[in-house]
């Protein structure tokens, strides 16, 4: 799984070092060459599981599939971004972490109400 881009749907076999990738940036940082370009290209589908050799110099829109199951492999790549947000459980079960601002109204008396205790048990 590709921390840099989350949705790869093909790993790409490196020409330099013969090793399998996500992405330029996780070569990058797992290995200490720079990555070798090269025009023929190596994928292996994430849905088939299944390699399959592209060239570069005459890539088409036919191009953009998998020629096993069709999946559809170029996309726009998704990154991480860094966002801010608190950790907790879903809000429906777990609402500890929630204040309410609203002004609570006076409540019906009860014998256990301890102002007016003394009245009650007295």
């Known amino acids: 799984m ?4 989350l ?3 093909v790993s790409i076999r490196s020409p ?3 090793k399998w990738f996500d992405c330029a940036e996780c070569h990058r940082e797992q290995e200490d060459h720079a990555l070798l370009q090269s025009f023929d290209m190596t994928f292996a589908c994430k849905k088939c599981k299944k390699c399959f050799r592209k060239d570069a110099k005459e890539f ?3 191009d953009e599939y ?5 999946n559809h492999f170029v996309l726009e790549a998704k990154t991480a971004k860094p966002s801010l947000q608190v950790e907790g459980e879903d809000i429906r079960i777990d609402s500890r972490m929630l204040k309410d601002e609203r ?3 006076e409540d019906q008396r009860t014998i256990f109400n ?7 048990l007295g």
């Open 2 to 5: 590709c921390k840099h881009i």
């Open 7 to 9: 949705n790869a749907q």
């Open 16 to 18: 330099c070092c013969r």
């Open 60 to 62: 088409e829109d036919s």
């Open 66 to 70: 998998c020629p096993h199951c069709d």
């Open 103 to 105: 002004v609570r109204g």
């Open 114 to 120: 301890v102002q007016d205790a003394a009245d009650r």
